[in-house]
């Protein structure tokens, strides 16, 4: 692992007095192969390690530490710092109705995500609504409401032949009229390149101003994450990320990556395939996941 | 890269670039620019635009180590099993591979081997209905392995020659899945022999490094003789294939290059190769 690389590198002395620069280009290295490794983006690798030398080099080695985990003690402080951030909770509207939309990639966990965050949310006293705005994948709406029934929570759909925009302006009217609080808009997949669908996405934002819009990214994506974050970031300003499938055994650099580049928090962490398998997301974490 | 006129660390640093924000992975990377200067040096090459053609070279020699010709099993019938982690596109390729042997000429029936995920049994409805194919369903929840063992018999009873079977998504680090997972591969083994079935690793395009480990662990599970690459239509290379090809050998049959069911292309490892650069 990279705590052993380290060592062979920089050697087992401790309190040896400051980090030299060679100490941390050596070190660095070693870092920055760990990174690669573990999906993050080559660019914010580049940008990441180079912080870290400015951050190390000419520290003072501290006495109970070797030169090695000194520099590890640096990377992880500095990825969990990245990475952290306040607003990682989901903020509620002033006045009701919050209304959240989950967008992504196909396949990347939103339906899955948007019952689980209901789930979360009524644990917490809310009365969320679910709205099934995929219309076209097949069963789409169906697994929602099978989710919405596991549940016991609400699922409004106006069927397959409604636009996305029609059946989320309805959904929020319903939610006025049977006092839902939250409002969770479960859109179906789609590639950040495809214009029309992207545009659905902006009709969406400007028919019903969602609160949160919320980036769906599962966290075995590989050096792609960068694109697909900034565009659905360009085009929709969004209020942060559900990385998904951390239950497996990704090391999910793409974490690192979409919040280096986007700045935008990652609120939630998904870790299993059932309907409670949601929890906040810890930037420390991730960081000791990440560099392996 | 065609900018770059001189032979130098320059360029290398450039392909590695390249290759690596292409998901090749750093190990198979390293590999392959070390081949290329390796060549480089050993034909005393120094026009710099012959780089590009012998990377690309060798990277299709490492895709075609083995045949990337999807054959149909002789045995009759010929069983498909698409296996995959979650959200990958195993159901959706189905319909794909579905409409594409029906329109073959071939009588297919589709297993809907995904008991657990909602709506999964509907999903595959929907295509064999669209594809115009039978299904063999069970109810949610009922065991994987006696839905294949079903399909199997109907598709004899029907004259069926191609079954194609579905099974739910599943990270390939839950062993209790994956021994579910063995145990659907021993009954199809069971019913059409080793040369009867093939079996399909679907992994999604945007997918990094933990493809080489999917396909591994997948492979212990069962008999994995080849993958899908699907949804190629975004932006990522997938790069991670050659890593794969490089390390179990194991080839990509097919591409999925969009979400209908005539979206599936046979791979072309000479369009992959040079994808790369685009
Ligand atoms: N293990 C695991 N599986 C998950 C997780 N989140 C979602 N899944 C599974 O991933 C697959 C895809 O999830 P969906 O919720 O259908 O994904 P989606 O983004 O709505 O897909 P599209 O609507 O087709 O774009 C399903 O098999 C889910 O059960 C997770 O955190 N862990
Ligand atoms: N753009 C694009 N989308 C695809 C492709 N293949 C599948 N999809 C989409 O990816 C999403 C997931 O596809 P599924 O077929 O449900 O994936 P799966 O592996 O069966 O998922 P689980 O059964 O939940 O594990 C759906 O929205 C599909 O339409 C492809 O080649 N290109
Ligand atoms: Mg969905
Ligand atoms: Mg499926």
Redesign the pocket.
Known sequence: NLAEKLQRTLGKLRGRGKLTEQDVKEALREVRLALLEADVNYKVVSEFTARVRERAVGQEVMASLTPAHQVIKIVYEELAELMGGSRSKLELASRPPTIVMLA??????????SAKLANLLRKQGHRPLLVAA?VY?PA?IK?LQVLGDQLQIPVFSLGDQISPVDIAKAAVEHAHRHANDVVLL?T??RLHVDEELMAELRAIDEAVSPHQILL?VDAMTGQDAVNVANSFNESLDIDGIIL?????DARGGAALSIKAVTGKPIKFA????KLD?LEPFYPERMASRILG | LSSHKAIDEELFERLEELLIQADVGVDTTLRLVDDVKDEVRTKGITDSSLVRPILQTKIHEILTTHSSVFELPKTSPAVILVVGV??AGKTTTIGKLAHRFKSEGHKVILGAGDTF?AAAIEQLEIWAERVGVDIVKHQPGADPAAVAYDAIQAGRARQCDVVIIDT??R?QTKTNLMRELEKIGRVVEREVGEEGAEVLLVVDATTGQNALSQAKLFSEAVDVSGLVLAKLDGTAKGGIIIAIAAELELPVKFIGIGEAYEDLRDFDADEFAAALFD
């Open positions: 992504g990639l196909q396949g990347a966990g939103k339906t899955t995500s995929d994948r789409a697994q479960d179906a997949g769906v998904t499938k951390l239950d497996g998904a870790t299993s395939e398998g | 979650n959200g995920r739910a998504g990270l």
